[in-house]
């Protein structure tokens, strides 16, 4: 069974204009103990306001607590919520602001697609924004940000979980509602940035 291995976490924060937010990441530095040699990598934990991050912080001290990730040995250990939540708000306490790209990620992966997906032209509209590209990943492909910003994160974060929630509303008992589908990314998606709108946007609704 594996464990994740926690070495240390980073927190970044910046202002973002179109929300008029102060915008927290954390970036963690993480192994999987299954995998040898045992090889750590910087991934974004969770990105948002204060209140998101911390909620995700709270869930991982449980992990602490229960085993699903190693960190100071605390694995049952009575008090190591506490003390990793202690941890986790020092660390961000000490969140560096930046607008810069986040020196721990050279990519970030924004949604996983088949080839033959219903949006596919969608994301290609993506790629006309800078810093998007289309990469191949097996039988799939996957929409990539390079050199992310916090709000870069944040903004890929939140392309991500509409195009989850509008398929899954799009969604009839035995098919998809493609039409609905397409319609649905462009008009639902109008609290976000007006460049992320008008990728959403379908040829038949330019």
Request: net charge negative.
């Amino acid at each position: 069974m594996s464990t994740t291995l926690l070495r240390s976490m980073v927190a970044y924060k910046c202002d973002d204009a179109h929300e008029r937010e102060t915008i927290y990441t954390v970036i963690v530095n993480t192994a999987e103990s299954n995998v040898h040699p045992i090889s750590y990598h910087h991934w974004p934990l969770t990105t948002g306001r204060l209140y998101q991050v911390m909620e995700t912080l709270c869930g991982l001290a449980s992990d602490a607590y229960n085993g699903n990730i190693k960190w100071h040995d605390g694995f049952g250990k009575f008090g190591i919520c506490s003390e990793f939540m202690i941890y986790a708000e020092n660390v961000l306490e000490r969140a560096k602001e930046t607008a810069d790209p986040l020196p721990e990620l050279m990519h970030f992966n924004v949604v996983y697609f088949k080839p033959d997906d219903p949006g596919v032209d969608l994301w290609v509209n993506f790629t006309k924004l800078d810093g998007f590209e289309i990469k191949d990943f097996y039988n799939e492909k996957v929409l990539v940000k390079k050199r992310p910003t916090i709000c870069d994160l944040y903004w890929c974060q939140r392309i991500k979980k509409h195009y989850e929630s509008t398929l899954q509303y799009a969604k009839k008992p035995h098919e998809l509602d493609i039409e609905k589908f397409r319609k649905d990314l462009y008009e639902h998606s109008y609290m976000m940035p007006e460049k992320i709108r008008n990728a959403f946007k379908a040829p038949e609704a330019a």
